[in-house]
């Protein structure tokens, strides 16, 4: 069920980052049907956010911060999300911060994303 779960977050994740992403590089893989809806996408994300924080006691944690290509060239806006569990960690909640590196490699991120879409 958690993995369900999980699946069904990364999904609607994922239809965020392709109906929301603008501008002149923008990756735009799939255009949103007619009747697609913003509010009740971001609704159906928060719904599934707090479904997983109450039926596996977690926390989930977002953040965005910009990290610099391994290969040069423009930063990249890079979004986390980390899911902690307050049954191991009681004080998950009060966490504020969130690690990640300061370079990430872009051509692995491209492959990564464009696998799933085989």
Do not use: C
């Given at each position: ?49 707090d479904r997983l924080e109450?039926?596996?006691?977690a926390v989930v944690l ?5 990290a610099e290509p391994l ?48």
């Open positions: 069920e958690l993995f369900t779960m999980l699946d069904h977050l990364v999904g609607l994740l994922e239809r965020a980052l392709n109906s929301q992403v603008t501008g002149t590089k923008t990756l735009q893989v799939q255009k949103p049907d007619r009747d697609f809806r913003v509010r009740r996408l971001w609704r159906d994300v928060l719904d599934s956010v109450r039926t596996h006691a977002t953040g965005t911060y910009t290969t040069g060239g423009e930063p990249i806006r890079i979004a986390v999300v980390a899911i902690r569990s307050r049954r191991r960690n009681p004080a998950a909640t009060k966490i504020t911060t969130l690690w990640a590196d300061a370079k990430v490699d872009e051509r692995q991120m491209l492959a990564d994303y464009f696998e799933g879409l085989d």
